[in-house]
């Protein structure tokens, strides 16, 4: 084991070299191939609504922008390898500044979300299991399927009628404490939640025919005991996975909801700059997703290895 912790380690950071040069790719080339000229982007930025030719010709070459293709991605993943994503069109400011400042927004937002999917959906799936196709499964089938087929934005709408205009219990929009939260939280996890409680349904019922579980069964283990220290635990490994990759698509994917919550996120920094054409921010916001995503997607890796033998044995053999 000491030794196959740290060479699965090694060779899932080189499987990732590759993808995290491929992110940085697109990154750049989403600056490129985006309409509208750079040059002057930045001038009607700064105030230049009519520059002249020559003050064309001096950005250009402040940015750079005069070298061959590769020579100016070279220099920006040097920047990039220092922590340096550029500063921004709209205000000069530095995006990597920005993006750190705004971050801890939509980590509370994540955090909130987990907290709500873990708990309903591994709530409502250990329900549907242990009532299968019976009514309180049928009921919960139902529900799962609203929430899989309900638009987050038209979600977030209706609670925002009922709850902040009608009801005045929440607040709309703004930074604060649980409540100013509660709402983006739900909208956020509530296709996860029912992802995660169809998953741990399946696998608690695949679990109920396994040779433990019937030996517990057959001790006279009762019913609670039997769902919650026999089945579950093992059924919750491959829900480990699911909000992996949900932690990661909310870091990079919650800028519908933080935009209609005005939530000062990363993604809703995103979205002000499309309308700008900030695109060093947009390179930024892509680059810096992409890479928290690869990070997130390792720890899971290596925590599913931790908890399954299975793996570390695989591990062990190549």
Known sequence: MGTIMPRYVLNKLLSLFPVLIGISLIAFLLGIISPGDPVEIALNQSGMSFASQEQIDAMREQLGLNDSLPT?????????????????????????????????????????????????????????????????????????????SLPAFWMALLMILLF??????????????????????????????????????????????????????????????????????NAILPAITLFGNYFGGILGGSTVVETMFALPGIGSYAISSIGFRDYPVLQGYVLFTGFLFVSITLLVDLLCMALNPKIRLGAATQ
Request: aromatic share 8%; net charge positive.
């Open 72 to 148: 100016q991605y070279l220099r920006w993943a040097g920047r990039v390898i220092h922590g340096d994503l550029g500063n921004s069109y709209r205000n000069n400011r530095s995006v990597s500044h920005e993006l750190a400042q705004r971050l801890p927004v939509t980590l509370k937002l994540a955090g909130y979300c987990i907290v709500i999917a873990s708990f309903f959906g591994v709530l409502l799936g250990v329900a549907a299991a242990a009532y299968r196709d019976r009514l309180p499964d049928r009921i919960i089938k139902t529900f799962t399927n609203a929430l899989l």
């Open 164 to 233: 902040a205009e009608r009801l005045r219990w929440l607040p709309t929009s703004g930074v604060g404490g649980f409540k100013h939260m509660l709402m983006p939280a739900v909208v956020l996890s509530s296709s996860t939640t029912a992802a995660l409680a169809r998953l741990i349904r399946s696998t608690m019922l695949a679990e109920f025919g396994k040779q433990y579980f019937l030996a517990a069964k057959a001790r006279g283990l009762g019913r609670i005991a039997l769902l919650l220290r026999s089945a579950l635990p």
